[in-house]
């Protein structure tokens, strides 16, 4: 079984600077993706950004980048010029990359981010 | 192009009832999964369902039930609610199984049970 583990309960930064929430996993598996999901307070999960285990380039989505460290089962989050609007729960996720095992997701505990003004 | 919907939004149960939750995937999507996220915690994954056929179940008991229809829409069923039963239920469309479709979720339904 995978299990996900987010060790940051809550994390605050202010607008405009970076910060970077993180993540770390386990699995035997070695075909998988990795995602960060955003869950802002009207409780809609929204997909932030995805990462497949076999690329080894971390992936970027505009102010969002990864830094996916395979070996040591890791997988954080960077946001750059953060904006009030990115305050929300970011949930780390998990997904087998075997199409027979079926597209289940195992999520982490969650981080609370806030950006201040 | 409509998103995914549930349907209630909110609903109040007592101990014991049954509830039925309903989610109506993305057009052209034919796989639904459905996920429990109980106050300040992860979503935990319920069971899946792929052209209206269970493909996958977390750990569950098997009070909690689900169907698939044939325009892939879905519905969850929770026999004999429980208090710990009490959470945001979601629902999640794709195009397939693979891990490179997105998942697309619904807002929720908020279930307390009293």
């Known amino acids: 079984a995978q299990t996900v583990t987010q060790s940051q309960p809550e994390m605050s930064v202010q607008e405009a600077e970076t910060v970077t929430l993180s993540c770390t996993y386990d699995t035997s598996e070695s075909n998988y993706y990795l995602f960060w999901y955003k869950q802002p307070p009207s409780r809609q999960m929204i997909l932030v950004i995805r990462q497949e285990a076999y690329k080894q380039q971390n992936a970027t989505e505009n102010r969002f980048s990864v830094n996916f460290q395979k070996a040591a089962k890791s997988f954080s989050l960077k946001i750059s010029d953060s904006q009030l609007g990115d305050t929300a729960m970011y949930f780390c996720a998990f997904m087998n990359g075997e199409e027979t095992s079926g597209s289940r997701l195992t999520f982490g505990e969650g981080t609370q981010l806030t950006v201040n003004p | ?114």
């Open chain 2, 1 to 114: 192009e409509t998103g995914v919907t549930q349907s209630p939004t909110h609903l109040i149960k007592t101990r014991g009832q049954q509830v039925t939750l309903r989610c109506s995937s993305q057009s052209g999507h034919n796989t639904v999964s459905w996920y429990q996220q109980a106050l300040g915690q992860g979503p935990q994954f319920i069971f899946q369902y792929y052209r209206e056929e269970e493909n996958g179940r977390g750990n569950f008991p098997p009070r909690f039930s689900g169907l698939q229809f044939p325009n892939y829409s879905s519905e969850l069923n929770v026999n004999a609610l429980e208090l710990d039963d009490s959470a945001l239920y979601l629902c999640a469309s794709s195009w397939g199984l693979a891990g490179s479709y997105e998942q697309y979720f619904g807002p929720g339904t908020r279930l307390t049970v009293t």
